[in-house]
Structures are given as C-alpha cells and as structure tokens.
C-alpha cells in the first residue's frame, strides 16, 4: 500500500480525498451505478443492507489506494475464490464493479479530472483486476 509521506502524491488517492469531501457517503452512488450497469449483481446482492454494502466497498476501496498487492494475496486468494464458490461471483463483475468506483469519483471531480487522474485510475484499475484474474479458478 502507498505509505504514509506519499499518498498525497498519488492520484488515485487524491481523488478518493476529494470525493469523499464532495459526495461524503459513497456507498449509495457507487452501487446505484454499479447495479445499472450490472443488473445480475443487482439480483445477487439484492439482500444486503447499506452496511454490509459498505464494508464491500470499504476494502475496495482499501485495495484501489494500494499500490502493490504482495500483503494482500491470502486476503485477495480467500475472497475470489469464496465469492465465485458461495455467491456465484463472476469474473467481469470485479471489472463492472471497479468501473462504477472510477466514475462515481470522476463525476464527483468534475472538471478536475484529469489526464493525470484518468492515467492513475487505468493503471490501479489494471493491476487490481490483473491480481484478481490470477486467482480466479478456472472453470
């Protein structure tokens, strides 16, 4: 995960800041987008609360500000491997879900997205996903 000193240099963690700032509670937008995009895993997580939403999207979150994964692999082995077995998870939903974030924090920006922000975003979005696919069982 970025340290401390430069996650203010990071971009993608800027624009989680500012967000945050401007929209305050992100779970609502994120999955109001995410299930318009992705109306199989609006049905497949129709029974959970806002809070259970919300710790969701909390390590989503968590791992979208991280730069490097090699700490959370048993974390990222266990959850791949339990939503595909025990919810029926799949693989494009990461992706649907991770693109609904990215727009949710750009709409939030405005204007102040940018070149630099949409670079930041397409590279973490690319390494999560990268991280996820390797541990998606094969079919």
């Given amino acids: 995960m970025s340290t401390a000193t430069d996650t203010g240099d990071d971009p993608v963690y800027r624009t989680f800041e500012l967000a ?47 730069s490097e994964y090699t700490a959370d692999g048993t974390y990222l082995d266990f959850e791949v491997r339990n939503h595909q077995s025990a919810y029926r998870v799949g693989a494009r939903m990461y992706g649907e879900l991770l693109v609904a974030v990215r727009e949710t924090i750009a709409q939030a920006l405005g204007a102040e997205w940018d070149a630099a922000c949409d670079a930041a975003w397409d590279a973490r979005v690319r390494a999560l996903l990268a991280e996820i696919d390797v541990r998606i069982p094969a079919a």
């Fill in 20 to 66: 945050a700032e401007r929209v305050g509670d992100l779970v609502e937008p994120v999955y109001d987008r995410y299930f318009a995009r992705d109306p199989e895993a609006a049905a497949l997580m129709s029974h959970m609360d806002h809070l259970t939403r919300g710790r969701m999207l909390t390590e989503v979150v968590r791992l979208l500000m991280s």
